[in-house]
T-cell receptor
Framework: DSGVTQTPKHLITATGQRVTLRCSPR?????VYWYQQSLDQGLQFLIQ???????AKGNILERFSAQQFPDLHSELNLSSLELGDSALYFC????????????????FGNGTRLTVT | GDSVTQMEGPVTLSEEAFLTINCTYT??????LFWYVQYPGEGLQLLLK?????DKGSNKGFEATYRKETTSFHLEKGSVQVSDSAVYFC?????????????FGTGTSLTVIP
């Protein structure tokens, strides 16, 4: 058990809809990362937050947004969903957020499987 | 930009065979390197890491050595078991803006048959 909790485990929704994925990081971890894993794209970095602030952005679509709350949990919002958004969405956490943690590993949750029909 | 290149899978081995999964990287500076493993239906788990050149990471019989001269971090195990069947990801951590970004390889699927 990594200590990272993601809810829900599965989500089935229709095109055009909006969903929210939730992540609780490992106790003591200040940094949260979101990744999208699909068969054809592999593991794609979306965004990183550290102690409530956005720190790094990857290949995140404008239809997607995220935030990290004062209690350090994070939410990933996906809107105007398309069939191609169907994927596994992983949250990961680490102790630090920047150079002081250059070797601080990521701890992954078990993911939310999103199916858009 | 920074990147990780991993050998294509899938890989199928018999139990007790020797395993090598190749990984090379491109990075500015001196990144830390990681191997993660993903079992079916689960998230990625850290398998081992190395933070500087010539470091050897090891865990559960797996080893990988950080080779700066060849920019490689190949994963090896002397005798694989059926329970090692999983997808293996090579990764590096790099600075991006004011945060960190982990770059992952595409993953190598390993199946070990009895």
């Amino acid at each position: 058990d990594s200590g990272v909790t993601q809810t829900p485990k599965h989500l089935i929704t229709a095109t055009g809809q909006r969903v929210t994925l939730r992540c609780s990081p490992r106790s003591g971890d200040l940094s949260v990362y979101w990744y999208q894993q699909s068969l054809d794209q592999g593991l794609q970095f979306l965004i990183q937050y550290y102690n409530g602030e956005e720190r790094a952005k990857g290949n995140i679509l404008e239809r997607f947004s995220a935030q990290q709350f004062p209690d350090l949990h994070s939410e990933l919002n996906l809107s105007s969903l398309e069939l191609g958004d169907s994927a596994l969405y992983f949250c990961a956490s680490s102790t630090h957020g920047y150079s002081s943690s250059y070797n601080s590993p990521l701890h992954f949750g078990n993911g939310t499987r999103l199916t858009v029909t | 930009g920074d990147s990780v290149t991993q050998m294509e899978g899938p890989v199928t081995l018999s139990e007790e065979a020797f395993l090598t999964i190749n990984c090379t990287y491109t990075a500015t500076g001196y990144p830390s390197l990681f191997w993660y493993v993903q079992y079916p239906g689960e998230g990625l788990q850290l398998l081992l890491k190395a933070t500087k050149a010539d470091d050897k990471g090891s865990n559960k019989g797996f080893e990988a050595t950080y080779r700066k001269e060849t920019t490689s971090f190949h994963l090896e195990k002397g005798s694989v078991q059926v329970s090692d069947s999983a997808v293996y990801f090579c990764a590096l951590i790099s600075l991006r803006g004011t945060g960190n970004q982990f770059y992952f390889g595409t993953g190598t699927s390993l199946t070990v048959i009895p």
